[in-house]
């Protein structure tokens, strides 16, 4: 199959929606790029400060494919006001951690506004598309991974891919989903490449995905901790440990049913969570396996997260931050040692 | 806080006919019947909920909205009882609502201050201040996009006028030149906080920094607020960018049903708007050049009063919702089940 990076297959996805749908829009900061100059209007227009939208202007236009002011409230909002009038906005938030200065459209309007409707109109259409990741020495305001916030409004959807293909089927779905949906990007994943379908599929929002089946422990990861815990996953397999491997895609709606049903065959949970722990989707998701499937449990489910900090700077450091695939080994050999040690 | 007094109007300004004015007082009356039954309705412990009444404030929704189509959308604010019966939404639909019954305007999930009608274009109204601004920059872009004249128009208070938001959305609005009226009414107050203490300037005064048309008017003066809102409107179908329109009025109820003890209000300057009441000042007008205009007035009147009450009778009838239904329409799309915990159902 044909190989593409993640930011490719993310690119390609908005490009055959906007192709398929006139509806379609894109707008955020420089996601065109040049805008301010006049008559520029090339292809090596910016496309968003790491490319994901290049060429796209070139394409539909400067009508759909829109640069914004740095004004976050405003161009959100005028995306979830053109939902209501049926247009599908990709609006891009450009790093999770600039939430703060929008955070009121995200979850009183976006997130509210069709319950507090009636729920009788066609939903809020529109995807938000964020970068997410510590690693690339930004310091603490362009690095977290704080989906967890987000997921907590009901209303939202929230999806963060691991992989190129599921980047690109999750982009077309969320893009056709009625609701707003939060699309996550881990920027340590841009330049990752895997094989991608051609043409147009899509990958269900709400359903995690067994990526491997494995007897002994269930490991779920989040975005790019499923690299992570490959590694991991690959040298327990030489101790003769056979982990069940879930990429959860979905952030919310929470797919439970298939971490439920993964952990009630082997009785042990691993998390693995670029999030800071507290009230996050790994305790979240500790929390529901424990009081949910307490009689199936063999050992203590634990997770494996960055320490409860804002993302440091110092390479040495921010390489300490993030879980590392020796912290899910230890995780496991835990789980599994609890066992062997009744 | 100086008003212009309203001269006796003995002619009606150029370009405004009579029909329209008949209209606007229809409009108007709905509005202050509507607020004065749910102000006593309150009082009396029948209605639910946390109320925002406009009256005295009526001129500002119904002389800026007759300008607009059914398919023109306007945002609002938590006090958005007034603009959503001059954008046409059903009277006894909204009352139904804010008996917190099933069948209104928001299937009980919104409540007064959430009222929405998208049918009519009353898109979306809530307890953010300023939260409007933003969403009705999309409204006006899709209109313009779409290649239509349709315009949208964003409602908001003096208090709001403070708000980033709405500074943002103003400059989105007019780099884009967007066809979008922001509507301003100052009501002197955003809850007990003076716009003299908010502001250092005018808030119709920003409008020029951002590039953008603005006009000051007596909010009080439907005539004015409607000759002020055509020309703005104009300007928007004309694809000549957005306007701001500050309208000067004041809240007969304060800020909220049920507020403490009003010290904050100047008794003089209550006087003075009450003096100039906008239904009062428009009858007089009307009463100088239409000579059975008595009659026509007691005929509104009655008619809405009529209509009022069968709203309220509405209101009290329709079944509570069914409690089930607090966990349904969280999410739009049908494919999707979740429970009450917000967790996927295979």
């Not at chain 1, 979830?80 to 939430?99: H, K, N, P």
């Not at chain 2, 059914?70 to 804010?98: C, F, Q, W, Y």
Request: proline content about 5%.
């Amino acid at each position: 199959m044909r190989v593409l990076s993640f930011a490719d297959a993310i690119n390609e996805a908005i490009q055959l929606e906007m192709a398929r749908d006139p509806r379609v829009l894109v707008t955020g900061e420089d996601v065109a790029g040049g805008a301010t100059i006049p008559g520029f209007d090339r292809a090596d227009a910016w496309g968003g400060v790491f490319g994901v939208t290049r060429g796209l202007v070139t394409e539909f236009g400067r009508d759909r494919v829109i640069d914004t002011p740095i004004s976050e409230s405003a161009f959100i909002g005028a995306a979830i006001g053109a939902a209501t009038s049926g247009y599908r906005t990709v609006t891009e938030l450009q790093f999770l951690d600039f939430m703060g200065v929008c955070l009121d459209q995200i979850i009183n309007q976006a997130a509210k506004l069709h319950y507090a409707r009636g729920s009788d109109s066609a939903g809020i259409p529109i995807v938000i598309r964020s970068m997410i990741g510590a690693g690339s020495r930004a310091g603490s305001t362009q690095s977290q991974s704080h989906y967890s916030t987000v997921a907590h409004f009901p209303g939202l959807k929230v999806v963060a891919p691991a992989t190129p293909a599921d980047a690109k089927g999750l982009m077309i779905s969320a893009i056709r989903d009625q609701d707003p949906v939060f699309f996550l990007e881990n920027k340590a994943l841009y330049e990752t490449r895997g094989p991608v379908p051609e043409g147009d599929y899509t990958v269900p929002i709400g359903r995690a995905n067994v990526v491997r089946e494995g007897r002994d422990v269930t490991v779920v990861t989040i975005a790019r901790m499923l690299s992570v815990a490959e590694k991991a996953v690959a040298e327990l397999a030489g101790r003769g440990i056979e982990a069940e491997l879930i990429d959860l895609r979905t952030i919310a709606p929470l797919d439970l049913p298939t971490i439920l049903e993964s952990v009630g065959r082997t009785g042990r949970l691993v998390v693995v969570d670029e999030d800071t722990p507290r009230c996050s989707v790994a305790s979240d998701i500790v929390g529901l396996v424990s009081s949910r499937a307490f009689d199936k449990l063999k050992a203590a489910p634990r997770m494996v997260t960055s320490p409860h900090t804002p993302v440091p700077f110092a390479p040495v450091l921010e390489d300490a931050f993030i879980p590392a695939a020796n912290d899910v080994v230890q995780a496991v050999l835990a789980t599994v040692g609890q066992e062997v040690a009744v | 806080m100086n008003q212009t007094k309203v001269s006796e109007v003995s002619e009606l300004p150029a370009g405004v006919p009579e029909a329209t004015l008949v209209d606007l007082y229809r409009t108007m009356s709905l509005i202050r019947t509507f607020e004065e039954r749910v102000h006593e309705l309150f009082v009396e412990g029948e209605l639910p909920g946390f109320l925002h009444l406009c009256s005295g404030q009526e001129a500002t929704a119904a002389g800026v909205i007759a300008h607009l189509r059914t398919e023109d959308g306007i945002t609002s604010t938590h006090r958005n009882h007034g603009h959503a019966l001059a954008k046409g939404v059903s009277p006894a639909a909204m009352m139904i609502e804010l008996y917190g019954r099933a069948g209104g305007t928001n299937a009980g999930k919104g409540g007064s201050m959430h009222l929405a009608d998208q049918r009519v274009g009353h898109v979306a109204s809530g307890g953010i201040v300023g939260a409007g601004a933003p969403l009705a920059l999309g409204l006006a872009q899709a209109a313009k996009l779409a290649g239509t004249d349709g315009v949208a128009a964003v409602f908001f208070g003096d208090g709001a006028a403070q708000q980033g938001t709405v500074l943002e959305s103003m400059n989105l609005a007019a780099v884009w030149k967007l066809p979008i009226l922001f509507v301003c009414e100052n009501n002197l107050f955003g809850q007990a906080t003076t716009i003299g203490y908010s502001s250092a300037v005018a808030p119709a005064a920003r409008a020029e920094g951002f590039g953008m048309a603005s006009e000051e008017v007596d909010g009080q003066d439907v005539i004015a607020v409607y000759q002020a809102a055509g020309r703005a409107v104009e300007r928007a179908r004309a694809g000549e960018g957005p306007t701001y329109l500050e309208l000067t009025t004041y809240s007969y109820h304060g800020a909220w049903e049920g507020e403490p003890k009003r010290a904050y209000r100047l008794p003089e300057v209550e006087s003075d708007f009450r003096g100039r009441d906008p239904l009062r000042l428009l009858a007089a007008a009307l009463a100088a050049v239409k000579q059975d205009w008595i009659d026509v007035k007691d005929e509104i009147e009655e008619e809405i009063e009529e209509q009022v009450e069968s709203a309220i009778e509405a209101g009290r009838a329709a079944p509570y919702p069914d409690p089930a239904t607090v966990t349904e329409g969280v999410y739009a799309d049908p494919t999707v089940t979740i429970d009450r915990d917000g967790l996927t159902v295979h």
